[in-house]
């Protein structure tokens, strides 16, 4: 089963960037869509954004337009680059592998946006 490791969070200013990357191991990365989903203190996890094995990506309407999700197959890693950055996107963000097994999810990354 696959092994997911999230890193790159941490505090920035408002309208500032952050990219996170998610480190997977233990499958075939390749073969797995991919996600990335997020939870602020007192909220439901949330959908941010998705990648499918080809590349098509989808974008929760919070973020779209700011961040942009994609994947290096050969290296097994997942990113998220995160610009414009507002102190509504501080949370936990979480890495998905969505596999034929169930999904797999990693530990998180907190990004927290100053105002």
């Known amino acids: 089963q696959v092994q997911l490791v999230e890193s790159g969070g941490g505090l920035v200013q408002a309208g500032g960037s952050l990219r996170l990357s998610c480190a997977a191991s233990g499958s075939i990365f390749a073969a797995y869509a991919m996600g990335w989903y997020r939870q602020a203190p007192g909220k439901q996890r949330e959908f941010v954004a998705a990648i499918t094995r080809g590349g098509p990506t989808n974008y929760a309407d919070s973020v779209k337009g700011r961040f942009t999700i994609s994947r290096d197959n050969a290296e097994n890693t997942l990113y998220l680059q995160m610009n414009n950055l507002k102190p509504e996107d501080t949370a936990v963000y979480f890495c998905?592998?969505?596999?034929?097994?169930?999904?797999?999810w990693g530990q998180g990354t907190q990004v927290t946006v100053s105002s």
């Open positions: 998905k592998a969505n596999t034929p097994f169930g999904d797999s």
